[in-house]
């Protein structure tokens, strides 16, 4: 199977406008064979040695149609699939799930979904995910509330001309335009034992907690009455994930455990603040139930613990 096409697509699709630090991911099958982005990889690696995962197409299947061995078998291959491999298993023989700012926009309001497109609920990723893709009908995309975008297509060119006219919809829905997009700020990273921290622009307090996954995974919140060296410190030893860690009055750190985790969580949060800015009051966060759910999954845990982050 010729998997250069999909790489090539990954690059293109590799930028903070298209996807945030390690999220995303990209497929393309046979009969035999499904090569999807391993977990934790980025978009514009996938030509990296064990970035792309490769999996039995009928264990995939089999694993979502709701055979338990089959569920185990599918994650326990090296490189690990991504923890999205269930939607990468529907028909299609390219699948395409980014987070475009322009549809997160709008999938981070009530406004309707661009026509011809279906409107999926908030849902866990992973299986529930991909059932709630299969309940929504019969389509070449999906619109997933508080989380991002799904094209299948015959080709890559044609899953990134859907990808880039979708987001283009999206966008002009909320009078945003094409080229309008956060600046990643230059990375000032310090190392602290057992980790790095980088300091991130103030939030202004008030504002609504995560709007999509990664978000909650790469950019969750750890309050703190000061920022410290002893408090970052602290943080990642009781808990060595990324995140952020903020005072009262909005100030904030990056914290990882190493330079890559470091540079997914500035990305993330670069985003999110640029999401929050833009919608203001029209911004509809993740449930807090779900936004727990979501950090408790192992396959999340596995990403945030991670080597690649």
């Known amino acids: 199977m010729n998997v250069q096409p999909l790489i090539q697509l990954g690059q293109q699709l590799s930028g903070l406008a298209w996807v945030q630090g390690p999220g995303g991911n990209l497929s393309v099958k046979n009969s035999q064979t499904l090569a999807v982005k391993a977990s934790g990889t980025r978009l514009g690696d996938l030509h990296a040695p064990d970035a792309l995962a490769r999996v039995p197409m009928q264990q995939a299947q089999a694993a979502l149609a709701g055979d338990p061995a089959a569920r185990v078998a599918l994650f326990q291959h090296t490189p690990r699939p991504s923890l999205e491999t269930w939607l990468h298993a529907l028909p299609g023989r390219y699948i395409v799930h980014t987070h475009p700012l322009g549809v997160l926009l709008l999938a981070c309001t009530r406004l ?78 310090q190392a602290i034992p057992g980790g790095v921290i980088a300091p991130l622009p103030p939030q202004p307090p008030g504002r609504p907690s995560y709007l999509f996954p990664d978000a909650a995974v790469l950019g969750a919140q750890t309050s703190v009455a000061q920022l410290t060296i002893a408090a970052a410190t602290a943080k990642l030893a009781l808990d060595p994930r990324p995140g952020v860690l903020a005072t009262p009055a ?30 203001g009051a029209q911004a509809v966060a993740l449930p807090p139930a779900m936004t727990a759910a979501i950090l408790a999954m192992p396959a999340e845990r596995f990403r945030q613990l991670g080597s690649a982050g």
Not at 153 to 182: F, I, K, M, N, Y
Not at 252 to 279: G, I, S
């Open 112 to 189: 309707p979904a661009p026509a011809g497109v279906a409107d999926v609920p908030a849902a866990l990723p992973g299986r529930e995910l991909a059932l709630a893709l299969l309940a929504a009908g019969d389509v070449d995309a999906w619109l997933l509330r508080n989380h991002g975008l799904v094209v299948r297509a015959g080709s890559a060119r044609q899953a990134l001309q859907r990808t880039r006219a979708l987001d283009r919809a999206c966008r002009a829905a909320l009078g945003v335009t094409q080229h309008a997009a956060p600046r990643l700020p230059a990375i000032a990273a």
């Open 250 to 279: 909005g100030e904030r750190w990056a914290v990882a455990r190493h330079a890559a985790q470091l540079r997914d969580v500035v990305e993330v949060v670069t985003a999110h603040d640029w999401l929050l800015d833009q919608l």
